[in-house]
């Protein structure tokens, strides 16, 4: 059974910095592209960012751009989110996504439970 399980998440002031991991089991996604997702109270989930099976090619929602870097690591069948000079309009739960396919963007058939960021001013 595949599974995606985010960590990482917390409590930050603004300005801070949290890396969230997402290690995937059941299978190997070393030839899959990776994203992550946010839901923020009250809205529906949204694309942050995406990386290809080789980490070659990223891409950014434009609010996070400069200050968020996705990547990953095949070996460890991991995928992580550096955020820095986090906002509170940052506070969300955070998912990590897999898709059946290589490059991005692309649709996402994999879904891990979330992890809870929340960023205080």
């Known amino acids: 059974q595949v599974q995606l399980v985010e960590s990482g998440g917390g409590l930050v002031q603004a300005g801070g910095s949290l890396r969230l991991s997402c290690a995937a089991s059941?299978?190997?996604?070393?030839?899959?592209?990776m994203a992550w997702f946010r839901r923020a109270p009250g809205k529906e989930r949204d694309f942050v960012a995406a990386?290809?099976?080789?980490?070659?090619?990223?891409s950014y929602t434009d609010s996070v751009k400069g200050r968020f870097t996705i990547s990953r690591d095949n070996a460890k069948n991991t995928v992580y989110l550096q955020m820095n000079s986090l906002k509170p309009e940052d506070t969300a739960v955070y998912y990590c996504?897999?898709?059946?396919?290589?490059?991005?963007?692309?649709?996402?058939?994999?879904w891990g439970q979330g992890t809870q960021v929340t960023v205080s001013s």
């Open positions: 996504a897999a898709s059946r396919l290589s490059s991005v963007p692309a649709p996402y058939h994999y």
């Open positions: 059941g299978r190997t996604f070393s030839s899959n592209a």
């Open positions: 990386i290809n099976w080789s980490g070659a090619t990223t």
